[in-house]
């Protein structure tokens, strides 16, 4: 233990060293730091687990060590980045130059570095395995989570005798009777199929994206997300900027905006029996003589006296 204590140290103080490459807060070496690692192939039914772990950390508190190469690393390393949580990212190869948004700001506001583990020693004859990314990590952190294990899987391999290793508990792929469909929808994108489930289980409902993507070759790729409810208006809300941004319009608002161009007329030219007919539904679901009037682009006497006219008022 001592010896690895001992590597641990060089190799911090190797990755402090100005000419190592890395970008972001070298200070987040000094915190007690976890580590995450997970199989590459993790059945979905382990996400939710893997996800809810995420959720419950503290940015004040806890620090994480991760990687971005497997699908699994690159969901909670966003998730990681959304709650705020310090991180560490190892990369098994050069540090990239330019990152996406979501990163800069957490390289903006300290809380985030990111090495790789050749430093500056990285050229076209330097292959790193992620094997040799994982012992670095490994290395590194003051404890481990494991995601989800594959039996007899390299990971197994890499964790065998090593203290501090906690594996999140599996949970089994089979349904059970409080994990059912709730609500399906299905819409066609160019790029593929995109499924709205909301699903129940022993704990809570969520909603859970797929999106189907044709990869070519007849294949097909499944990307999914996974929403608790307490988090959908904050999603929605999110959903309306983008709309918003865009200025897109839903299709009830198209609709209304056809229906008051064909259907309204105006104060100079006289009523016809399709728009009497809206009138009158309209005053029947409870629109106000004031919203009648800038419906129909009318005045709020020509909306009354109309209606008395149809027997709809006295």
């Not at 190892?90 to 985030?112: F, I």
């Not at 039996?151 to 090593?162: D, L, N, P, S, V």
């Not at 469909?181 to 289980?201: A, C, M, P, R, T």
Request: charged fraction near 30%; charge should be positive; include cysteine.
């Amino acid at each position: 233990m001592l010896h690895t204590v001992s590597k641990r140290s060089t190799f911090i103080v190797n990755i402090m060293n100005p000419s190592t490459e890395k970008i972001g807060n070298a200070q987040l070496l000094k915190l007690n730091k976890t580590a995450f690692l997970c199989s590459r192939k993790t059945p979905e039914s382990q996400e939710k687990v893997i996800f809810d772990w995420v959720k419950q950390l503290n940015p004040m508190i806890d620090c994480i060590l991760c990687g971005n190469f497997s699908e699994m690393e690159q969901k909670v390393f966003t998730l990681l980045l959304k709650y705020k949580i310090p991180t560490i990212l190892v990369m098994p190869n050069a540090v990239a130059k330019r990152w996406d948004k979501d990163v800069e700001d957490a390289l903006n506001e300290k809380r985030l570095l990111i090495f790789s583990i050749w430093g500056n020693q990285i050229n076209d004859e330097v292959m790193c395995s992620s094997n040799d990314r994982n012992e670095v990590i490994l290395l590194l952190a003051d404890k481990t989570i494991i995601g989800y294990c594959r039996e007899g899987g390299k990971i197994e391999k890499q964790i065998k005798g090593k203290d501090n290793i906690e594996i999140l508990p599996i949970k089994q792929a089979s349904i059970k009777k409080y994990d059912r469909d709730l609500f399906n929808v299905q819409i066609s994108s160019h790029s593929g199929e995109v499924y709205f489930d909301i699903k129940k289980d022993e704990q809570e409902d969520y909603l859970k994206i797929t999106q189907s993507k044709y990869t070519g070759n007849n294949e097909r790729r499944r990307e999914k997300i996974f929403i608790a409810r307490s988090e959908l208006i904050e999603f929605r809300d999110a959903i309306n900027k983008a709309i918003d941004y865009w200025n897109l319009e839903t299709k009830e608002k198209s609709v209304k905006k056809v229906r008051k161009t064909e259907l309204a007329g105006n104060a100079y030219l006289p009523w016809e029996k399709e728009a009497d007919e809206y009138l009158m539904s309209l005053y029947k679901e409870g629109k106000s003589i004031k919203e009648l009037a800038e419906i129909f682009e009318r005045q709020r006497g020509a909306i009354r006296s109309r209606l008395k006219k149809l027997g709809v008022i006295e």
